[in-house]
């Protein structure tokens, strides 16, 4: 008998559709196909359909307490996501609770708000005096806001008909105490054809692009798009990574369900978006799309970052597709000492020379690459490796900003890109790099990368949506855990100190590359 992974717990405490496709019944439907157990709190029961809002009867405080207490006893929420609270009295309710509970919990949770002022169709779901007490006394206890359009303007008075005017709603919300808030597109023209969703914590701020799709079958998208982030959340995921999984499961569903008629004309709540074309792009200075739909850090920031690069892709492929083991050392003698052993992928990483003697090192690093005839790739250091012809080069995150990307391309150089979860993937693949790089996928030694640890399914997941660039798994991976990091079709594992510090390096060496070949035998 299997035994039953235990789950994160979310909590929506929302009302009831009696359609199914928005309220409880789509929070429960989304959290679960996503990953996490469920405890509901109906706060209302609602009739509606495709149609409109029929009646809606909200439940005494009594009823709504006796639910709370009987989900606490068993199952108190990392994540809570809250929906429809229809009057004053409600929103009283619910905010002493989330006190309560910050109080008494072990951890405090991770509070979401759905501002469900009104319905996809028009339709509206509060009393008009709940405003006020929501402003005042619930929005300093949530975490993420996440308004549509018209929900934004009634909270901030702030009328969005421009990039400058999202940033501005979003600084008001922040402004009432809320830690981060995700403005929905959908009922926003900012951008002819496209949806633009933007998020925001007050320090980071992340831009989405999605084409939009032509559907009635919108009932139930602001439920099923925060309970989706609630879900993800409550398994770890950072927001911005929360963020663009959300979206993709919103287009998703809402590709699946189309034009067709149906009885209840909902928005599909379905399995995991594993499909590339149901993610939305992120915005990046200079790229076509930014270029066509007018959009440039500048306009959206009042701090832009300092940025040298001007904006390129498609860079020069790999020699092999068939990669390999991909070392990363930080000095010539270990360098060398592997490509002795015929290692044919391998980067130069150091962090501790400066200066001339960072120079003079760099430039013998790249003379061995070209001595073992191997693809050696040069860490940061892209102007170096444009004087002195490398190979390759491999940047970060924050390193693009700062590089010249259309001087590396000129230069025959390939490229490599770090990547920490879906958003920084799905951002850096519009590059169209060499390769692409996924960590951290366990805790490591050289670098602390707390916030930031993938996993072997978050890898899995990642490789899936990246089938026309290579892609490198990087962190902690050691001989105990290779195999079942190879297992997800990853097309070649970096290490460090899985050699480095081996009391044999060599025989590591071979055993790594002996389970390589081991697993793309499997798939001749």
């Not at 509606?48 to 009987?70: C, D, H, T, Y």
């Not at 072990?106 to 708000?113: D, F």
């Not at 060599?506 to 070949?517: N, R, T």
């Amino acid at each position: 008998m299997n035994k039953i992974e235990t789950k994160p717990v979310v909590w929506t405490i929302a009302g009831s559709d009696c359609s199914g496709g928005a309220g409880v019944q789509a929070d429960i439907k989304t959290m679960h196909n996503l990953g996490v157990d469920v405890g509901s709190v109906i706060t209302a029961v609602t009739a509606q359909n495709r149609f409109g809002v029929e009646a809606i009867n909200p439940l005494s405080e009594k009823v709504i307490l006796s639910q709370i207490m009987a989900l606490e006893q068993v199952q108190p929420a990392t994540v809570i996501k809250i929906g429809l609270l229809a009057n004053n009295q409600l929103v009283e309710l619910v905010v002493e609770q989330i006190k309560r509970f910050n109080k008494e919990w072990p951890s405090k949770p991770y509070i979401i708000y759905d501002p469900l002022a009104i319905a996809s169709n028009g339709s509206d779901l509060t009393e008009d005096d709940t405003l006020p007490t929501i402003k005042a006394k619930l929005l300093p206890l949530v975490h993420l806001l996440t308004p549509n359009g018209k929900e934004m303007q009634k909270i901030t008075g702030v009328f969005a008909f421009s990039w400058q005017c999202m940033v501005a709603a979003a600084q008001k919300i922040l402004s009432l105490g809320v830690s981060a808030t995700i403005i929905k597109g959908g009922h926003l023209e900012i951008a002819k054809n496209k949806c633009i969703d933007y998020g925001t914590d007050g320090q980071q701020s992340y831009w989405l692009s999605s084409n939009k799709i032509s559907s009635h079958n919108t009932h139930g998208t602001g439920c099923t798009f925060a309970s989706a982030i609630a879900a993800l959340i409550a398994q770890n995921y950072a927001l911005k990574d929360a963020f663009i999984i959300a979206k993709a499961y919103l287009n998703q569903g809402l590709k699946a369900v189309g034009e067709k008629k149906s009885h209840f004309d909902a928005i599909w709540q379905g399995q995991w978006p594993s499909y590339i074309n149901d993610y939305p792009e992120v915005l990046v200075n200079e790229s076509s799309l930014a270029q066509a739909i007018d959009w440039h850090e500048k306009k959206t920031s009042e701090k832009p970052r300092p940025s040298a690069t001007s904006f390129d892709y498609g860079f020069a492929a790999l020699d092999s597709k068939q990669l390999g083991l991909y070392p990363v050392v930080d000095s010539l003698e270990w360098l060398e000492r592997l490509l002795k052993l015929g290692i044919k992928l391998i980067q130069y990483r150091n962090k501790a020379l400066v200066g001339e003697a960072l120079e003079q090192s760099i430039m013998q690093a790249i003379a061995l690459g070209k001595r073992y005839k191997a693809m050696l790739f040069i860490n940061d250091y892209w102007h170096l490796a444009i004087k002195y012809n490398a190979y390759g080069v491999h940047l970060g995150q924050e390193d693009i900003q700062a590089a010249d990307l259309k001087a590396i391309k000129q230069a025959g150089l390939r490229l490599g890109i770090s990547s920490h979860g879906h958003y920084e993937l799905i951002k850096v693949k519009q590059y169209q790099p060499s390769y692409l790089a996924i960590g951290a996928i366990f805790p490591t030694k050289t670098k602390d990368m707390t916030g930031q640890i993938q996993g072997v399914q978050t890898l899995s997941d990642l490789v899936k949506l990246t089938p026309d660039i290579p892609t490198v798994a990087i962190g902690g991976i050691t001989l105990a855990r290779a195999k079942t990091v190879l297992n997800t079709s990853v097309n070649s594992i970096a290490v460090v100190t899985a050699i480095t510090e081996a009391l044999e390096p060599e025989l590591a060496v071979k055993k790594f590359q002996q389970m390589i070949k081991d697993r793309n035998n499997e798939y001749i």
